[in-house]
């Protein structure tokens, strides 16, 4: 076999590890999978009402009526959700990096003629199982209670896609952060803002309806172009060149947390 | 050494490392043969763990040129972890699988092959005395069953030179004989083993070659045999009636060593007839009455302390040699 071959196999190996963690230990799947859906329900049920009527005509261009209130607003959350749900599910990203390197396991495959990108690796191709699993939940539920996407074929491809990149960035990022913390409590901390930029963002409401410098904030983070872009591909609201911005930003937060994170695994001191 | 023709399986020249201001290694040489058990000795915080770190491509040394089954540390470091297999001080065992999945993940990651991998994993658990326990997750093992996992998870691949950081540290009276046993079975099909320890015991069981660590530098090596020489004579220990008995005698013999719990005294010397007759005879002449005498030959504790001469060590060694001796 060539070097490429045993990146695979090991690769392979890692995530046939990862995955039997989460079948044999599947707590930390379900409070990830968990959280994103009991958002769903909160914001639509408690908040949906009055929200859905203060999002104005541009809010949600697909929606049924003008009065929609609580569809109109569904309607508006789910692509905001479903960041969350990607935020959510890198946390589990961060506490599972954390326990392994604190762990004695890792130090063994250092000693071992492993590829050494195979070991994170295992832990991104991991967490993306996961978090197509829990996307699909949370728009399972969400159309369960209501939501009707417009999307064709095309912008559902685009909706997989720019997913599937945002969970890989954001995965990669918590896979630095889990290694840069010396434990398990704090690495279950630091991505915290991850969960709460989508609030900052236009999330849960249109960022027009922000105040002066926090509303700069909200338009310009990254997590806004890419709910924009969900936004628009499966309930046809326009957006612009967020699609591009929504790519550019996942590219970049994608290379950097990769580099980084396999600095940080080449350096990390053993135990 | 057995085989002086053969290449060395490990070598090791002017080995360096820092940490910070700290040195905890500077400049130490030693070579292993092919095929012997070379024990590293030494008090906590020698260097032991931070030589084995090195030696197994976990962390880079400052300076110095290590080969390790022939190949250079620093530019070939993927063909020594293909030659080597290292059991550490903490429990390197992935504790959400059960003891039989962590022994096919190692065979996988040695590309061994599916059934092959599965055949070994067998052969392993067998032969460690895992074969009930190998469908349970490892965190209901206990500490010496983790051990032994460990170690068997070392050994798929077959690696040739294996390093055990303190193998047997926390083990019970009898895993630690189970752990001596798959040692002496490993030398005997020809595999080169690094050992470190603080068991002097051990390495007196164990070791073709020993090297005592102190304060980052080598303060001897040889065989337990040689090492033992150089502490001459080993000592003569005088046991006495009451304190003003010892106190009279410690007045006239200037003893290494006294303790006044028990009321004796720690001569040098030992093994002469002629100075302990000569002894006596001062002390019968002083009229101080001797209750009872022992004659200590050598063993690795007086070369340990003699040579590692902190005032920590003893209360921390001695114990633990003397537990493993009285068995």
């Known amino acids: 076999m060539n070097a490429i071959a045993y990146t695979v196999s090991d690769s392979a190996t890692m995530l046939r590890r990862q995955l039997r963690h989460m079948l044999r230990y599947p707590s930390l799947t379900v409070i990830v999978v968990g959280m994103p859906i009991v958002f769903l329900l909160l914001f639509v049920y408690v908040l949906g009402g009055t929200m859905g009527s203060g999002l104005g005509p541009s809010g949600a261009a697909g929606a049924s009526g003008a009065a929609g209130g609580r569809s109109a607003y569904l309607e508006y959350v789910v692509p905001g959700m479903l960041v969350m749900t990607i935020a959510a599910v890198v946390q589990g990203t961060a506490i599972s990096v954390a326990m392994d390197m604190t762990g004695g396991i890792v130090a063994r495959f250092r000693t071992m003629s492993i590829s050494r990108a195979s070991v994170l690796t295992g832990h991104v191709l991991g967490s993306m199982v996961q978090a197509a699993l829990a996307i699909a939940l949370v728009l399972g539920v969400a159309v369960l209670i209501g939501f009707r996407p417009t999307a064709g074929p095309v912008e559902w491809l685009g909706v997989i896609g720019l997913l599937a990149l945002a969970s890989f960035a954001l995965i990669w990022l918590c896979v630095a952060l889990g290694m840069v913390t010396d434990s398990v409590e704090t690495a279950s901390n630091i991505p915290m803002p991850l969960i709460l930029l989508p609030f900052v963002g236009s999330g849960v409401v249109p960022t027009d309806s922000m105040p002066g410098p926090l509303r700069l904030f909200a338009e310009y983070q990254p997590f806004t172009p890419i709910i924009e872009t969900l936004r628009g591909l499966l309930t046809g609201t326009s957006f612009g060149n967020d699609g591009i911005l929504a790519v550019a930003w996942c590219a970049l937060v994608a290379v950097a947390s990769y580099v980084w994170a396999m600095r940080l695994y080449e350096r990390h001191s053993v135990h | ?327």
């Open chain 2, 1 to 327: 050494m057995t085989n002086s023709h053969s290449p060395a399986a490990i070598r090791v020249t002017g080995l360096r490392k820092s940490f910070g201001q700290q040195v905890v290694l500077d400049g130490i040489d030693f070579e292993v043969a092919r095929g012997t058990v070379f024990s590293l000795l030494g008090p906590n915080g020698a260097g032991k763990t931070t030589t084995v770190q090195i030696l197994s491509t976990l962390i880079p040394a400052d300076a110095g040129q290590v080969q390790v089954g022939g190949h250079d540390l620093s530019g070939e470091p993927d063909a020594v972890r293909a030659a080597i297999g290292v059991t550490g001080q903490f429990s390197a065992v992935d504790k959400f699988l059960t003891g039989e999945e962590n022994l096919v993940l190692m065979a996988d990651l040695r590309h061994i092959g599916r059934r092959q991998g599965r055949r070994r994993a067998a052969e392993l658990l067998e032969q460690f005395d895992l074969a009930d326990a190998a469908r349970k997750p490892v965190a209901l093992y206990s500490g010496g069953m983790q051990r032994r996992l460990d170690l068997a998870m070392t050994l798929v691949g077959d690696p040739r030179i294996i390093f055990l950081d303190e193998p047997t540290a926390g083990l019970d009276p009898r895993s630690r004989r189970t752990m001596w046993q798959i040692v002496g079975s490993l030398v005997a099909s020809g595999v080169t083993i690094f050992l470190t320890t603080q068991y002097l015991a051990e390495a007196d069981e164990l070791a073709d070659r020993i090297a005592v660590l102190d304060h980052g530098t080598l303060v001897a090596q040889g065989t337990a045999a040689e090492l033992k020489r150089l502490v001459p004579g080993g000592h003569v220990s005088l046991q006495f009636g009451d304190a003003t008995v010892l106190a009279r005698a410690a007045q006239m013999l200037q003893p290494t060593s006294r303790d006044d719990d028990a009321l004796t005294l720690q001569l040098p010397g030992g093994g002469d007839v002629r100075s302990l007759r000569s002894m006596l005879d001062g002390l019968d002449q002083a009229g101080i009455e001797v209750d009872g005498l022992t004659l200590h030959t050598p063993d690795l504790d007086d070369v340990f302390l003699a040579l590692t001469g902190h005032p920590d060590v003893p209360q921390e060694t001695r114990p633990q040699t003397q537990e493993a001796n009285a068995r």
